[in-house]
């Protein structure tokens, strides 16, 4: 395991410890866990970033009928209204 030091906000930090009093642990462990939680977030992003813009490149794109069946699921037309 690697260790390292962050420099955050006097706020933040109370606010950690807060957290990390409430949860029983230690400020390390959350803060760890949120680093960890942040990465994988972010991982996951720009793979789905990077397979969307794969598929762009590739001209795979959705048909006009496919959008407008994706926004007639979430648009109530002004026939309806």
């Known amino acids: 395991m690697t260790a390292f030091t962050v420099r955050v906000p006097d706020e933040t930090a109370k606010r ?16 760890a866990q949120a680093i ?30 496919d959008v407008a069946a994706v926004i007639g699921k979430y648009v109530k037309s002004a026939r309806q209204a």
């Open 16 to 31: 950690l410890d807060q957290l990390a009093e409430k949860l029983d642990r230690s400020r390390s462990y959350v803060a």
């Open 36 to 65: 960890e939680d942040f990465v994988a977030r972010e991982e996951w992003q720009l793979a789905e970033i990077e397979a969307g813009l794969t598929e762009a490149e590739r001209g795979d794109f959705a048909s006009d009928r």
